[in-house]
């Protein structure tokens, strides 16, 4: 592909993350400099020097973005893609196309007007596992020849590659019938999964604080109105971003459709911003089935893909491939885009015996806060909080299950969120296994197995088994392959 530049619509989006901070103080100044307005005063020199300062500082930031605009190219390079910057140090990065792991394309409000597209590029890195590694924005026609063009090339075995990609590319966009529509969701679905999936935790805190606010209000105790201001900032930090979420998580849904063309799966949704993520299926390392407390109470589920690097980088998450539904209509989903993920057999629960490690350290803190809320303040705040912690270590205990299959494991965690994630053995970067000395006496083992994936999907505790099947689980890890080479044998 020839040499192109990013559309000029990023010259102006860097240009206002960089000052945004200052566009902040500013307003503020402008507010007092109204003021004075009113009064019939002139603003004052120095207001007016700060003005000046102000829009130098826009100006100068402008023309760094522009000039580095101007000065880099991307093009591809045979099966390299190319992002070369020629200023007074000149850098040239490469990145072979076989290593992209997902071809994103995100579209904001503000770039719905001037009609681009950022395609988001992530790559085979437990490095940059957490965040999008390239992120260029392009016009419509450009974002959909370079999304098309690095998907062939994925798609092309290697000995078939010297054919044509741009006539390739141009096949597959052209070709709306080789996609198949799996599922999508009407405006009432998304709406009942924002209900039935939104934060708990956000939910009894923001109950606590409203709570906390009152009773703060009404007590005369001067040390205790000290100690709960600082107290409320805190609480109020940690439970507006869940707040947050919860309530955006309609606009973030909406449309959500979910298709299938080929080895790739295609998920599309957002109102303001749509998101469209190829995620190719020999590139996927888990599929993670979850169940809110909310829904659990009416027997519904939804999944989220795990590919290499983050697929949702906006929202810190792996991208959503279905929304709640019924545990056998995901699973049929699931037969559909990948039935090699499908789980066919009744998983094995933690062992009754289990309970007891797994209640040790909850009753341990429980205690404590007992203890110190007896000593401190009020006692039976302690004995809730000892209540609250029984009841976390029994439905952790419970709720643990694990499946082994010939080729794949399934490993079910969570309190009052139930989450079961499938992972090929070939995926497995390692495993650790730990016991303490009454889970020992029981003949029972802990552990974790490690995928390469972003931080809340890396680390996967395994509950209280036999040791056993770690063992078993030990032997299907040594023996196994990668995944790709198991995927080819499916199809």
Known sequence: MPEVRCHFFSVIMKTFKSIWYIIAAFFFSALNM????????????????????????????????????????????EDTLVIA???????????????????????????RIFDVYSLQLDINSSVTADKTDFNLIFDDQL????????????????????ASLEHKSEVIKSDPAAEEDI?????????????????????????????????????????????????????????IPLIYKSITAFFLYYDFTLKKSGDKVLVSYGLFTRRQFTLPLDKTNALVIKQPLQARFFNLAYGEIIN????????????????LVKPEVLQHVIHQIAPEFVLDKIPEHSPKTALIPTFIPWAFFGIL????FTVFFKGWIGWLI?????????????????????????????IFQKRTITVFYGKIQNMSVRYGPI??????YKGNVSILSSVANKINAIGYFPKERFQAIETQIISHDSFAAQYQQHQ
Request: aromatic residues 12%; contains cysteine.
């Open 439 to 444: 889970s020992h006496k029981l003949g029972l």
């Open 143 to 162: 974002a959909f020849a370079f999304k098309d063009y690095i998907l062939a090339y994925i798609n092309e075995p290697s000995q078939e590659r010297t």
């Open 183 to 239: 599922i999508s969701f009407r405006f009432k679905d998304v709406i009942l999964h924002c209900i039935l999936s939104f934060s708990i935790a956000g939910f009894i805190s923001t109950i606590a604080l409203i709570c906390a606010v009152i009773w703060s209000f009404n007590n005369d105790n001067p040390e205790i109105s000290r100690m709960i201001i600082p107290t409320l900032l805190s609480i109020g930090v940690a439970t």
């Open 85 to 111: 910057r020629n200023q007074l140090s000149q850098s040239k990065t490469t990145v072979k196309l076989s290593s992209i792991s997902t071809v994103n394309l995100q579209q904001n409000l503000f770039e």
């Open 34 to 77: 109204i003021k004075d307005l009113k009064l019939q005063n002139l603003p004052s020199a120095s207001a007016l020097i700060g003005l000046g300062i102000f829009f130098a500082v826009i100006l100068i930031f402008f023309i760094f973005h522009l000039l580095r605009w101007w000065r880099t190219k991307i093009y591809i390079e």
């Open 386 to 414: 000892l209540v609250f912690f029984s009841l976390c270590a029994y439905f952790s205990s419970i709720t643990k299950a694990l499946t082994l299959y010939e080729d794949k494991i399934s490993i079910t965690t969570g």
């Open 369 to 372: 806060a007992v203890i110190g």
């Open 308 to 323: 290499i690097g983050l697929g949702d980088a906006a929202n810190h998450q792996a991208p959503l491939f279905c929304l």
